[in-house]
């Protein structure tokens, strides 16, 4: 079994509220560098000569955060959640992963990655599990590669049972931070006829057509595009859903309006309940209202709609 270090660099000041947030993303320990107070230690026994040379060299400055992520993590998706606590709770931090092989990197996770119900109406089951007998779901089928959207993480099931209670037979979707194409390809089998994905990572964008395609899914249906709603999206959509994080929601909510069609529903989400008036400021001032809200282990998820009038 191949486990991932993450070391998470940060000034010291900040060591345990690092140490706090990065304890979220693992039931197991942590281990903390902290050479702050090292040249206090070291004139305290400096005259039995016992302070090695290297660790007088080592950085006082910064402590280093040191997490293990077991083979069941998709490290993308916890990568992703400890830059946006950081991010938050304004944390300088720099995050390495150890240099382990990419493939291993990868692929260990998937061995523990398994079918998932979620919602009423939905199976997420990915490529390489036989998929399990189920009463009236829709199965979804999914690899997710190195991109986000396996239906593991809270925010994504989240927007996943929002748009179980948004959609409607035949209406189109614009997916906004498409990652594995996960929510686009639920709008589809939950009864949108038309699903446009967008994402800043042609890696991403590659990944969700691949899966767009195991699930029968191709364009005019599904089309995933490389790039930003400005120079990539045209027209207008009965549906938007952006999990991304808290700073580009709020950025999208003054232009996301031209491309949600009249009555439309924008949901939200990959934001953290520490930004929530933030976001709700933004909304405001950008005439949306809230029309539904859920939350899960601290992630929040809302359906917007523009005020009338
Ligand atoms: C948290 S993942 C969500 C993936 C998937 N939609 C899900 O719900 O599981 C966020 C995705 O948004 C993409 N992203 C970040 N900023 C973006 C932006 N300004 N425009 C489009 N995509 C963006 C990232 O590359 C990433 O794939």
Redesign the pocket.
């Given at each position: 079994m191949e486990w991932t270090e993450v070391t998470i660099t940060v000034p010291t000041r900040y060591t345990d509220a690092a140490a706090d947030i990065a304890q979220m993303t693992v039931p197991y320990g942590l281990y903390l560098e902290d050479y702050s107070d090292l040249e206090e230690g070291a004139r305290e026994i400096a005259h039995i000569d016992l302070i090695d040379e290297d660790l007088l060299r080592k950085d006082r400055t910064h402590s280093i955060v040191h997490i293990y992520l077991s083979p069941e993590a998709n490290p993308t998706e916890a990568l992703?959640f400890l830059t946006e606590r950081y991010t938050a709770e304004k944390i300088p931090h720099t995050l390495n992963t150890a240099a382990i092989r990419e493939e291993d990197w990868a692929n260990n996770w998937k061995q523990y990655f398994k079918p998932l119900t979620v919602g009423e109406r939905l199976l997420i089951c990915p490529l390489w599990e036989d998929v399990p007998h189920t009463k009236g779901r829709k199965v979804l089928r999914i690899d997710p590669g190195a991109?986000?959207?396996t239906g593991g993480?809270n925010?994504?099931r989240l927007?996943l049972a929002m748009l179980e209670r948004v959609i409607a037979p035949g209406c189109e979707l614009l997916?906004?931070?498409?990652?594995?194409g996960?929510?686009s390809i639920a709008g589809l089998l939950l009864g949108a006829s038309r699903a446009v994905g967008?994402?800043?990572?042609p890696l991403?964008v590659k990944t969700a057509a691949e899966n767009g395609r195991l699930n029968g899914m191709e364009p005019p249906a599904f089309t995933a595009l490389a790039g930003?709603?400005v120079t990539q999206v045209q027209g207008t959509f009965a549906v938007v859903v952006s999990?991304?994080?808290a700073d580009?929601i709020i950025s999208l909510s003054s232009s996301i309006d031209r491309h949600l069609a009249h009555g439309g529903v924008w949901i939200t989400?990959?934001i953290i309940d520490t930004r929530e008036p933030d976001v709700l400021a933004a909304f405001e001032e950008n005439g949306f209202a809230v029309v539904d809200r859920m939350e899960d282990g601290g992630w929040l998820c809302f359906a917007c709609k523009r005020k009338e009038g």
């Amino acid at each position: 079994m191949e486990w991932t270090e993450v070391t998470i660099t940060v000034p010291t000041r900040y060591t345990d509220a690092a140490a706090d947030i990065a304890q979220m993303t693992v039931p197991y320990g942590l281990y903390l560098e902290d050479y702050s107070d090292l040249e206090e230690g070291a004139r305290e026994i400096a005259h039995i000569d016992l302070i090695d040379e290297d660790l007088l060299r080592k950085d006082r400055t910064h402590s280093i955060v040191h997490i293990y992520l077991s083979p069941e993590a998709n490290p993308t998706e916890a990568l992703s959640f400890l830059t946006e606590r950081y991010t938050a709770e304004k944390i300088p931090h720099t995050l390495n992963t150890a240099a382990i092989r990419e493939e291993d990197w990868a692929n260990n996770w998937k061995q523990y990655f398994k079918p998932l119900t979620v919602g009423e109406r939905l199976l997420i089951c990915p490529l390489w599990e036989d998929v399990p007998h189920t009463k009236g779901r829709k199965v979804l089928r999914i690899d997710p590669g190195a991109a986000f959207g396996t239906g593991g993480h809270n925010t994504t099931r989240l927007c996943l049972a929002m748009l179980e209670r948004v959609i409607a037979p035949g209406c189109e979707l614009l997916d906004v931070g498409c990652g594995s194409g996960i929510l686009s390809i639920a709008g589809l089998l939950l009864g949108a006829s038309r699903a446009v994905g967008v994402d800043i990572d042609p890696l991403a964008v590659k990944t969700a057509a691949e899966n767009g395609r195991l699930n029968g899914m191709e364009p005019p249906a599904f089309t995933a595009l490389a790039g930003d709603l400005v120079t990539q999206v045209q027209g207008t959509f009965a549906v938007v859903v952006s999990n991304i994080v808290a700073d580009a929601i709020i950025s999208l909510s003054s232009s996301i309006d031209r491309h949600l069609a009249h009555g439309g529903v924008w949901i939200t989400s990959g934001i953290i309940d520490t930004r929530e008036p933030d976001v709700l400021a933004a909304f405001e001032e950008n005439g949306f209202a809230v029309v539904d809200r859920m939350e899960d282990g601290g992630w929040l998820c809302f359906a917007c709609k523009r005020k009338e009038g």
